[in-house]
């Protein structure tokens, strides 16, 4: 699986932006996918993740009832919505994918492939 994020860009804190990665191979479908995040100086921490039909979603406490993640299996796709941003939001976004078996969804060690990365940056 290849991975492609794209999306992000420079905010007003409260604004929107809405990030996509793009998956090519066959076993989309049945991988699950999440998004990490990493600001600069800091370690790479998780942000949202979702199974494989997107039945169940998870977030970090830092972006429930701001952030949504979805995925379109149809078009090998994953979204990152993003609302209300703050500038502690600013980061590398990552995409990743977990094929079977699976791992635990919240830990960057389960995922066996990642983007390159979108850099999403919020000014107060």
């Known amino acids: 699986v290849q991975l492609q994020a794209s999306g992000g860009g420079l905010v007003k804190t409260g604004g929107s932006l809405r990030l996509t990665c793009a998956a090519s191979g066959r076993t989309f479908s049945r991988c699950v996918m999440g998004w990490f995040r990493q600001a600069l100086g800091r370690e790479r921490e998780f942000v949202a993740a979702?199974?494989?039909?997107?039945?169940?979603?998870y977030l970090a406490d830092s972006v429930r009832g701001r952030f949504t993640i979805s995925r379109d299996n149809a078009k090998n796709t994953v979204f990152l919505q993003m609302n209300s941003l703050k500038p502690e939001d600013t980061a590398l976004y990552y995409c990743?994918?977990?094929?079977?078996?699976?791992?635990?969804?919240?830990?960057?060690?389960?995922?066996?492939?990642w983007g390159q990365g979108t850099q999403v940056t919020v000014s107060s």
């Open positions: 979702l199974t494989t039909t997107g039945g169940s979603t």
């Open positions: 990743a994918a977990d094929e079977p078996p699976y791992g635990s969804m919240v830990t960057e060690y389960a995922y066996e492939y």
